[in-house]
């Protein structure tokens, strides 16, 4: 009897060519390449069995690193022992972007990578989520970078374990500065960990960001949860590096970059592998189809060498901080002190005199302040001197020397040295001493499946993560500031200890509310759209939080705490009062919000009437926006 099972495609049969032939075309004046004759060449295939290694999740361990380094992509084709932990859900065809927008919050913003220009644009959640669902797409965007620590999606995914068992931030960042991250912002200034290790991906058909190297040099993994991708990957050689910066500095990047280094492999990703990425890869990926991946960055002991000089080379470049790792430089100081710490069990961190005294007074004398700060509440847990001899890798010890080159060489004011490593030069004379002690260490006896870096004699990742707390809230406070390195952050989440006194304040809104006058405000639930089946009233889990469809008001109003952004009164010239009763209808607001800019103001402060929307209460397009159209106000104003 004859087989009747159809063969599977080839990865060239799925690509929908027509929409790529219309990229090329529109390009055509961008690049000198096409598309269509990349990805239908296979001269990048010949390569894939000497560049990436294929694995099972259960060799991938911290002993195959310390053997055979970390130099190669890798590829897990199944998460089966890998550690990656992902609900079951997620990988049902009801999980999307609106799901993900459930989770994560309508109002976070999204960096979109257009495929044409290669030029990236912020949208919110909703506006992402609308242009994901709304056919035919007239762009071809890329959600390159979303990070979803601390949000309700935070909890669902857990890293690889041989990510949670070497990333430094888990390693060597201070834990206590870790937990005082209360809030899920990405802003630079509001951080206090590197807050890379958790991303969402999604990327529509068709979608392509040409060549790059993740910020700091940072390891990746990268699993793809639905779609498909082609990734070019190109090794981080020293010629390899200085033609990606020739090329990142020409003005037109009209040529591949693959065509102009030494060698290059093209992978496919398929929906359950997992790619891990070497630190320094060059790479491009184009998704075949729509995708959604969860990714994550993070630094590393194995390969700290090309962490360096991806670093040199985004000075080179004069990369935006915002656009790098956060907190570079101070890691690398955490880092060396972790080293000194555990394996000779002299740490450089110490805490301000007045602190010590304080919690002396709070704990008694008997406690050591800066062990009690470093390991609240795991004090008896934190690792000894080891008794006898570890031995370290050759690239660790290579590495932790090209740090202290690196922070020798940078000026006074870029070292960044924390403010709780008071005497840098101590601790980097106890590195020069681990150094030589550890010269004549063994590689083979190196290879012992243990991390040196950890918080805890046993370093059980498992346990750590599935915890909901590793260490308690802290409830003591201080008066002089610890930067480390960034010092309103940590006074704010250290002192200002409320009395049962105090009241809060409540803050101007500036959200509208309902004016419970038009015909929708005065409806009962549907029980039947989207927001309905998802009250909790309604056996929903309460994740939307939106009025049914058909409860929308159509003239909402401005809140009675509203305020004008020139002379800083309410609708009545008076002080602003949120607890303030006023009978809306009779006695409205002089106060109005320009549909394009949302800047609120009374007309009487402004030197130019703007253009009254009567569709709307106390709604107007400003003098500044009509003199002035941009982009997105023609938009607005079209639709």
Excluded at 548 to 564: E, F, G, Q, Y
Aim: proline residues 6%; aromatic residues 10%; glycine residues 4%.
């Amino acid at each position: 009897m004859a087989n009747t099972r159809s063969k599977p495609k080839k990865i060239v049969d799925l690509i929908n060519w027509e929409a790529v032939d219309e990229i090329d075309e529109d390009c055509s004046d961008r690049r000198e390449f096409k598309l269509r004759s990349v990805l239908e060449e296979d001269k990048f295939d010949d390569t894939k069995e000497t560049f990436v290694e294929y694995m099972s999740g259960e060799k991938l361990t911290v002993e195959h690193f310390q053997s055979s380094g970390f130099n190669k992509p890798i590829i897990v084709r199944q998460r089966d022992n890998l550690g990656l932990e992902i609900p079951p859900k997620f990988h049902s065809r009801e999980f999307g972007v609106e799901a993900i927008r459930s989770y994560i919050g309508s109002r976070r913003n999204v960096d979109a990578l257009d495929t044409k220009t290669q030029k990236t644009k912020s949208m919110t959640m909703r506006q992402w989520c609308q242009f994901w669902i709304t056919f035919p797409r007239k762009q071809i965007l890329n959600g390159i970078s979303l990070e979803f620590s601390l949000t309700k999606l935070d909890q669902h995914i857990i890293p690889p374990r041989i990510v949670r068992q070497i990333d430094w931030t888990e390693k060597a960042w201070p834990r206590h500065l870790k937990e005082m991250q209360k809030d899920y912002t990405n802003k630079l200034e509001e951080m206090m960990y590197p807050k890379v290790q958790k991303f969402v991906i999604m990327s529509v058909a068709n979608s392509y960001m040409d060549f790059h190297i993740d910020f700091g040099g940072t390891s990746v993994w990268y699993y793809l949860l639905r779609g498909l991708k082609i990734f070019w990957l190109i090794p981080p050689t020293d010629t390899n590096l200085l033609a990606y910066e020739a090329w990142v500095k020409s003005e037109e990047k009209t040529k591949f970059l693959a065509d102009l280094c030494e060698g290059c492999c093209r992978v496919e990703v398929h929906p359950g592998n997992t790619l891990f990425l070497p630190s320094g890869w060059i790479h491009a990926v184009f998704s075949i189809k729509d995708s959604i991946a969860f990714s994550g960055s993070f630094l590393h002991s194995y390969g700290i060498e090309n962490q360096l000089k991806i670093n040199y080379l985004e000075d080179s470049l004069g990369v935006l901080d915002m656009h790098r790792f956060p907190f570079f430089t101070e890691m690398l100081w955490y880092v060396l002190d972790r080293y000194v710490t555990c394996l000779t069990g002299q740490s450089c961190l110490d805490l301000p005199e007045e602190e010590k005294k304080r919690m002396r007074l709070e704990r008694g004398d008997h406690i050591d302040p800066n062990k009690e700060f470093l390991y609240p509440g795991l004090v008896h847990e934190a690792p000894g001197v080891p008794i006898k001899h570890i031995n370290l890798t050759q690239e660790e010890l290579k590495g932790i020397k090209y740090i202290v080159m690196y922070l020798y060489q940078r000026p006074a004011d870029l070292r960044h040295v924390p403010d709780i490593i008071p005497e840098p030069d101590k601790l980097i004379a106890n590195i020069r001493n681990l150094i030589e002690k550890h010269k004549d260490d063994c590689p083979e006896a190196a290879v012992t499946g243990k991390y040196v870096l950890r918080w805890t004699k046993k370093d059980n990742v498992e346990i750590d993560f599935k915890m909901k707390k590793l260490i308690p809230k802290p409830k003591r406070k201080i008066n002089k500031s610890l930067k480390n390195p960034f010092y309103k952050n940590y006074q704010k989440a250290m002192m200002q200890r409320k009395t049962q006194d105090e009241k809060p304040v409540e803050a101007p809104k500036r959200r509208r509310r309902r004016c419970m006058e038009c015909n929708s405000c005065k409806e009962s639930d549907c029980k039947s759209c989207p927001p309905c089946r998802d009250m909790v009233k309604y056996g929903g889990l309460g994740r939307m939080r939106q009025s049914c469809v058909k409860r929308r008001c159509s003239r909402p109003l401005l809140p009675v705490a509203a305020v004008c952004s020139k002379c800083q009164l309410d609708g009545w010239k008076q002080t602003p009062d949120p607890k303030k009763v006023v009978d809306m209808s009779s006695s409205p607001p002089d106060l109005y919000e320009c549909i394009n800019c949302f800047d609120i103001v009374h007309p009487s402060c402004t030197e130019k009437q703007g253009q009254v929307v009567s569709t709307l209460s106390n709604c107007w397009t400003c003098s500044a926006c009509l003199e002035n159209p941009t982009q997105d106000s023609m938009d607005t104003s079209s639709s």
